[in-house]
């Protein structure tokens, strides 16, 4: 314990003379979420680096996330403590030359994406979504036009079925929100009958039915502060636990098991890759650095700002 406050120390004085700042995702270890001046969902904290005058920014995710932050902030520099090692199994899911070929043969669609990709698939594209305004943004386009979605086929799945789309969907998801255990939820709510069950988007059709609440790591999180319920199943990565006990001290949050899993929990190992000495390494280094090639940055960038107008 000594040794880690002398870290949080140490981190405290370089962020100062590096005037850097520190952004965790809600998935983050416990310990790197509380040294974090802001933690949130990856757009939003993307977005809010921008407004910054920091010179730096420790993006603690993944490297999509610091991608996203360098197209939005270019003259600041990025680092995101694991570097490539840090990837995301739904980005990686759609590499940008198999989506360039996904666009061709569905001529005359408009494209939309998951913030959750690389810079390359987010220059494809026409609007860039999150799981919070996906529905917002796809409900205000026309009924009759035609969408490609991608990557995650379980949130646009999730989406047809509310809206009655028939949008085409990149066959892409998330490792962990695609391996929860129905059978597991179910019996957790029979142990637990008064809990409300908390599920993510991206996960499969079946939990989406059962579940209470339906939404973003942020949606489920304003659920859980704002609703009367005292016990929770959470169904996402299990890292959101920490701010949902935080801001709710006096409920109780489940986590969700994934299948075949011999712990109650299912954490994102490439989210767990950021710790307190990676913070203190690239804060002292500088690096890793995130780079964006101008080019890929200014249209990627493009669908961003359409999503930013059509959220409004």
Request: proline share 6%; net charge negative.
């Amino acid at each position: 314990m000594e040794s880690q406050e002398r870290l949080v120390e140490a981190i405290e004085a370089l962020k100062r003379e590096k005037n850097a700042i520190i952004m965790a995702h809600y998935y983050q270890r416990d310990e790197v979420q509380q040294i974090a001046d802001r933690v949130g969902d990856s757009l939003a904290l993307a977005r809010y680096a921008a407004t910054t005058d920091a010179d730096m920014i420790v993006m603690c995710g993944v490297h999509f996330m610091g991608e996203t932050a360098k197209i939005l902030c270019p003259q600041k520099r990025v680092v995101v403590p694991g570097g490539t090692q840090a990837g995301c199994s739904l980005a990686d899911s759609c590499p940008a030359p198999e989506f360039e070929k996904f666009i061709a043969e569905h001529p005359g669609h408009t494209v939309i994406s998951y913030v959750n990709t690389s810079a390359p698939v987010k220059a494809l594209t026409d609007i860039v979504v999150t799981s919070g305004n996906a529905l917002k943004i796809v409900g205000s386009l026309p009924e009759d036009e035609k969408i490609i979605f991608g990557p995650d086929a379980n949130l646009g799945g999730y989406i047809n079925a509310v809206t009655g789309r028939q949008m085409v969907l990149w066959p892409g998801a998330c490792h962990v929100h695609d391996r929860f255990s129905l059978q597991a939820i179910l019996e957790m709510k029979k142990a637990h009958p008064g809990a409300k069950i908390l599920v993510h988007p991206e996960c499969k059709r079946p939990l989406q039915l059962v579940a209470d609440k339906v939404g973003s790591t942020a949606a489920l999180l304003d659920f859980a502060r704002t609703d009367d319920a005292r016990e929770y199943i959470v169904v996402t990565e299990s890292g959101i636990l920490f701010e949902m006990q935080k801001s709710c001290p006096e409920k109780v949050f489940l986590p969700a098991p994934a299948e075949d899993s011999e712990c109650q929990c299912n954490q994102c190992e490439y989210m767990k890759l950021g710790t307190l000495e990676g913070v203190y390494e690239a804060l002292l280094t500088g690096e890793p650095e995130i780079t964006v090639d101008p080019e890929i940055a200014a249209a990627a960038l493009r669908p961003i700002e359409r999503m930013l107008e059509l959220s409004k």
